[in-house]
């Protein structure tokens, strides 16, 4: 045996006598203090995916708000999925083709057709 096998012996012996950590308490913890929620004032927007895999919000935010560079930005959206909080009429408006025609290019395609319109 060289020293390496007593390492390893030596390290397996103090794994099994180690103490295991405490169980998790079967209740949930209470904070003590609440979570502050950063802006009631704001719509919470959320993203849901339906059966063909194409975003839709349930609420919705204007063109100039979703914009990169947008002087008044939309609150706690996903900046990589901008495009999804745009109205049907909106998107099509901006983007020239429907949610499911957007949807069916390729990312690379959907990811210039942004860049095109600030939405990227």
């Known amino acids: ?64 708000q979703v914009r990169v560079k947008s002087e008044n930005p939309a609150p706690d959206i996903d900046l990589k999925r901008r495009e999804a909080y745009l109205s049907v009429e909106e998107f099509e408006s901006v983007l020239g083709m429907t949610r499911e025609e957007f949807y069916k290019l390729p990312k690379w395609k959907q990811d210039l057709t942004k860049k095109k319109v600030d939405l990227f």
């Not at 103090?14 to 079967?26: G, Q, V």
């Open 1 to 64: 045996m060289d020293i390496f096998d007593y390492e390893y012996i030596n390290s397996c012996i103090l794994f099994e006598h180690a103490e295991k950590p405490e169980e998790a308490p079967e209740e949930p913890i209470e904070p003590s203090e609440p979570i502050p929620d950063d802006n009631d004032s704001e719509p919470k927007v959320a993203i849901e995916e339906d059966e063909n895999g194409i975003l839709s919000s349930q609420s919705t935010f204007s063109y100039e």
